[in-house]
Nanobody, 123 residues
Framework: QVQVAESGGGLVQPGGSLRLSCAAS????????MAWYRQAPGKEREWVAEITRGGVTRYVDSVKGRFTVSRDNVKNTMWLQMNSLKPEDTAVYYCKGLITSGRPPVFKTTDYWGQGTQVTVSS
């Protein structure tokens, strides 16, 4: 079994910072690309940022220069450092990991999602 869980959300004033964590646990063999998504009320879920196993990162234009994604392959953990937060960043933030689980010779590779953590940016 594999579990993915986000933490670190909360209420912050505009211009403030938050650091989200995403921890994967269970029968994990390897984790490939990990990504952050968010969903604001009444809107579709959107991709925010991702990081490959080798550390290559990509961001949606709206967060470039403000958000930084990082990971620790030993701890099976990813983080999203969010600075200069704006009210439009308010959303539920989800973590997704492309995870290979199991033991030789039987492996399974699929995307696993966390349940989300609420980020609210408001004065």
């Amino acid at each position: 079994q594999v579990q993915v869980a986000e933490s670190g959300g909360g209420l912050v004033q505009p211009g403030g910072s938050l650091r989200l964590s995403c921890a994967a646990s269970g029968n994990i063999f390897e984790i490939g690309t990990m990504a952050w998504y968010r969903q604001a009320p009444g809107k579709e879920r959107e991709w925010v940022a991702e990081i490959t196993r080798g550390g290559v990162t990509r961001y949606v234009d709206s967060v470039k220069g403000r958000f930084t994604v990082s990971r620790d392959n030993v701890k099976n953990t990813m983080w999203l450092q969010m600075n200069s937060l704006k009210p439009e960043d308010t959303a539920v933030y989800y973590c997704k990991g492309l995870i290979t689980s199991g033991r030789p010779p039987v492996f399974k590779t699929t995307d696993y999602w966390g349940q989300g953590t609420q980020v609210t940016v408001s004065s």
